[in-house]
Structures are given as structure tokens and as C-alpha cells.
């Protein structure tokens, strides 16, 4: 006999970590570089987690996401983002969720370590 919800417990991607330095490094198309920490073949298509280092006044342009959200942790550093009209800074231990369908540009006044989720 099946106990309820235990079918529910196996639905989805299988759990796993990524432990300290791992993950699949990449460079970016500005001045600074990446590690993919999960992608979304490991997490069934819904989730994307990023750790980004980007040099001072580096960072994405002006641009909007259709179909998610972003969400922005600083690490170390300070980083800058324009959200609709508002300019936010955010320094270390600032968080910041950006809707889908919002016009958004990040940038760095000074070098920086943050986690995109």
C-alpha cells in the first residue's frame, strides 16, 4: 500500500548539492566571469542559479525578461541596479527580485561577487 503524497515525493529532479568551488564556469560577455551552480536540466526547467564576478562597471545592459524573475544576492561588493526609474545600490547582503516584463540594467561601481537565482 502506497502511502498519500508519496507518489507527489517523487515527482521532479532528483535532489543534489554543489559543494564550495564547484560547478561549470563560463565567462561573460562583459568584463568578469561565472559558475552555472544549478542549471535547468538539473532542476526540471524551473530554476537557475548563477555566481557571477564582475569587474567595476561591468554588468548587463537595459533588458527585460518575458518569462522569469530574477533574484540578485551580493555576495561581496556593492552592485547598482536600475529597475523601471529607480536606481537601487545595493551593498553586501543587499537582495534584490526583479519581476518578469520589467526594464531593468545592473551594473558595478566597484568590483563584486553576487548569486542570480
Known sequence: MTEPGASMMNEGPAPFTVGAG????????????????????N???????FELVMESGEGPGLHVHNREHELWYVLD???????????????TGGLERVPR???????????CSIVMI
Open 77 to 91: 561588493g556593492e552592485f547598482r541596479f536600475l529597475l523601471g526609474d529607480a536606481l537601487v545600490h545595493e551593498p
Open 22 to 41: 564547484g560547478g561549470r564556469p563560463f565567462a561573460l560577455p562583459t568584463r568578469g566571469c561565472g559558475t552555472v551552480k544549478l542549471g535547468t536540466p
Open 43 to 49: 532542476s526540471g526547467g524551473t530554476l537557475s542559479v
Open 101 to 111: 516584463i520589467l526594464n531593468a540594467r545592473c551594473g558595478r561601481p566597484s568590483w
